[in-house]
């Protein structure tokens, strides 16, 4: 890896991939680099302080894959490490400041590079050559295998995004949905677009913390949510989904995660997605164990959500002028900054994704086999 | 639940079962049974001096059932508890004392009640009227399928019983096997049987220790070992798994689970499997975890388990005279409460049947959706 300073110096790291540079432009920026990259590097990044030779994404690969093999940087379960940069922890209010900061921001602005459904989680892709939009009806059906629906059933969702999964589990399944989400913006959208589809009878969009479920249902179902969570309150939503699932219900958590306990980048943390998370099945155990849930079915998707985010990154690529309109050249670095590194921790296993399945222990009617994920799709 | 005194007496516990009842035959073992029920029950049903009516499983469903609901009983994850009654604990020397215990005590015997491969693990039921021998081929090709065997890879394969999941991989997959096992006579008869079938070039069966072994391998493969591994042992496997398998390896490891961490019971350790434990999915993390292996899928078999001891249940009894020639009227009834109490113990759900695929984090090839899972079966 080479590094160009303001004066044209320039200092090429061993060992590294010196096809990738960085230009760091001013003294200032490389003390903070060396006070606390994990901060700075984004920041100056999106201020154009620092720019990236040779492409963003092989560039971070270049660096992770280093900092993995540096054990100073490798792991750091450390509690207070953990809280140093989260402004707010994930209370009930904090929780809702956590997702203001990054949900509200804009229906408009999602909308120019998700899919037609407005689903901000990893997709599924059949086929590599699947489309984004493919990709997010795939997943969704997927989850919606996973739990088995049957029309009639009743569904909580904790976490529900704008709204889609409802939607299609409403939609095509014939199930009864009440879904939870803290983001007013996504609310509102998910509200509209129910009523607009013919589904408001048969969906509930609640704005509320997960916390507050009330009620007893079949299926308890939470996408893209854990992350949000925090690990000192995975405890509380075991009780929640303890409280909520009907003798013989069955659940899934679809959540990124990772294979040791690491706090996110404090950049990523202060400028991305506060109050960030993402579990290893250890810490995820913490859900089930106390209420002895049982681990009927784990799958890794960790490839697909590289490529889900490669999609989301080339459709932000290609609307980057409306987006500056919306925003500033900083912003659309420190998005360019967060979804190439979210492709390259996935594509270097930093990340994963966990769809799990679960059941009480005496739940007896559980699928023995496999054979329902491959079975024909309920049409409406 | 009636408990019926020598003398005649009956005293019906309120709540429980009223259509099973236990009768016991004398004072000494009313006693034994108040101050250690987790063993007496056992040792004094073994010696005929407590009987059981209407059915030893449903008897012991309404037990399980019962201390389940008592929290005392529920959970002791103490780990004095653990090797209170355990005379050997599972170092190298342990590991083959424990083993001998229960895998040397003959293999006509066993070959009365197990399939013709003499798979002693979990079966896999594609359908419930499965026969016991299709289960254990099902499963075996299950497991290979998972681990997506090619023709020419090399698998080293940890605790391989009487060697059949060797032979099933190397007659069917062409694979290279090395499996190892520290029962002497299961070893003796499989290095017989792959000789028999003409795949002696192919298979290596090692009598020794799985922290014995050495090499590297495309392919890591344990079924139904890990229960005799301990849990304080669990980082020494996971050290041997990194040791030996392949940048680009998998593996799969087999094992019979629990939701939460629970010893055996002491006249389980006693009598029928000393050194063995169940565990949590949160404890087999501690295999993966130092080593930031990626699992990748978990599949939970509960329910084939207590069909396959349903299977071999009946096998046993139809020829319990011939069991009775080889040893004696108490081995006969252990083995019917320690088959018995498996039936009923995966039916309530407090044990479990997990298998675990994993790979190193950085392992792209591994597959991106189940789909190798259903693909045609490999002929040799």
């Not at 140093?84 to 229906?107: A, F, T």
């Not at 009878?201 to 969570?229: A, K, P």
Request: aromatic share 12%.
């Amino acid at each position: 890896m080479r590094v160009i300073l303001w004066d044209g110096k320039e200092i090429t790291l061993p060992g590294a991939n010196p096809a990738v540079g960085m230009v760091i432009r001013d003294r200032a920026a490389l003390w903070r680099l060396l006070i606390n990259p994990l901060l700075y590097f984004g920041d100056d990044y999106c201020a154009g302080r620092i720019e990236i030779e040779g492409g963003l994404a092989p560039f971070l690969e270049t660096v992770y894959l280093s900092m993995a093999q540096t054990p100073k940087f490798r792991r750091n379960p450390d509690p207070i490490a953990y809280r140093r940069n989260q402004p707010h922890l994930n209370s009930l209010s904090g929780s809702r400041r956590n997702i203001h900061h990054h949900y509200d921001i804009g229906n408009a602005f999602y909308q120019l590079w998700l899919d037609k459904e407005m689903v901000y989680t990893c997709g599924y892709f059949p086929e590599a050559a699947a489309s984004l939009e493919d990709a997010q009806i795939a997943k969704m059906d997927l989850v919606c295998r996973k739990l088995r629906l049957r029309a009639g059933q009743t569904v909580v969702e904790a976490g529900c995004g704008w709204g889609a999964l409802a939607r299609h589990m409403a939609g095509r399944y014939g199930v009864k949905v009440r879904a939870y989400n803290i983001s007013h913006e996504q609310i509102s959208y998910a509200r509209e677009r129910a009523k607009a589809e013919g589904l408001e009878g048969q969906i509930e969009y609640i704005e509320d913390d997960y916390r507050n479920i009330t009620g007893t249902y079949d299926v308890f179902v939470s996408v893209g949510m854990l992350e949000h969570v925090g690990p000192d309150h995975y405890w509380e939503l075991g009780r929640v989904i303890d409280r909520c699932l009907a003798k013989d219900g069955i659940g899934l958590i679809h959540t990124i995660g990772q294979n040791s306990a690491t706090p996110m980048s404090p950049w990523f943390l202060k400028r991305i997605f506060p109050g960030s998370y993402p579990p290893t099945l250890r810490e995820m155990m913490t859900l089930f164990e106390p209420s002895e849930f049982t681990v009927l079915d784990v799958e890794n998707l960790r490839l697909h959500y590289a490529k889900t985010c490669e999609h989301w990154l080339a459709r932000f690529e290609h609307h980057q002028d409306q987006v500056r309109e919306m925003f500033d050249e900083c912003f659309i670095r420190a998005w360019r900054l967060y979804l190439s590194g979210c492709i390259v921790n996935f594509n270097i296993g930093a990340l994963q994704l966990f769809q799990v399945v679960f059941s009480r222990p005496t739940n007896n009617l559980v699928p023995l086999t496999r054979s329902h994920l491959t079975a024909p799709i309920v049409e409406s």
